[in-house]
């Protein structure tokens, strides 16, 4: 199939997905709200007076359930390689999560105090090379699990996204060991043909 008839079939497809027309209707700014309002309703993520990470936040979603569920004594800090329009009781940064800099700017950015919970929603650029999207998306999970080990309270928990195909085994047995509880996800928002899931741990080990 040639990119133009692949693109005009994504784009029809978005156009009538049930989630994209819900997203529009309820002041969403994307479908994957509904992938972490359906996490959250499950598995109870978020609390009031929580302090969330958002680690591939952009253009929003997560950070909008997140601050909504988290009251005005919750704060979120969000960070994104792309820019992400401002929301009030969100503090973005804007930059390349594979980079020390960043990273180090995410730590200060907590101010002293340790997260609750880090939800990963990150993800490469797509190349359309498999084994190369695969290895990059693998190693944005462990950056993602290495950060949360850093800014996560003993007992906190973290939420990310991962792609099943080489890397997954070696990496969810990484959450075993630094989680005592880890569980997979696969929300009803999350399109059916895609390889995406999502990883659980509870209860950061000490």
Request: aromatic share 6%; with cysteine; net charge positive.
């Amino acid at each position: 199939m040639s990119r133009s008839k692949t693109s005009k079939a994504w784009l029809r497809e978005h156009i009538n997905d049930p989630y994209v027309q819900k997203a529009k209707a309820e002041g969403y700014r994307s479908r994957a709200a509904y992938k972490l309002l359906e996490l959250d309703r499950k598995d109870r993520l978020l609390a009031p007076g929580q302090l969330v990470v958002d680690l591939g936040a952009a253009p929003g979603s997560w950070s909008q359930v997140a601050v909504a569920k988290l009251g005005a004594k919750g704060r979120v800090v969000a960070m994104d390689l792309l820019p992400m329009e401002p929301l009030p009781g969100v503090l973005f940064l804007q930059g390349d999560f594979r980079e020390q800099e960043i990273l180090d700017a995410l730590l200060l950015a907590l101010g002293g105090s340790k997260a609750d919970l880090v939800i990963s929603d990150l993800a490469p650029n797509i190349s359309g090379i498999g084994v190369s999207d695969q290895a990059r998306s693998m190693y944005l999970a462990e950056l993602a699990l290495e950060f949360a080990g850093k800014c996560l309270k003993p007992g906190g928990s973290l939420l990310v996204k991962v792609f099943q195909g080489a890397g997954f085994t070696e990496f969810l047995a990484a959450m075993r060991k630094a989680f005592t509880k880890v569980g997979s996800r696969k929300p009803d928002a999350s399109r059916g043909r895609s390889s995406e899931m999502y990883l659980l741990g509870k209860g950061l080990k000490s």
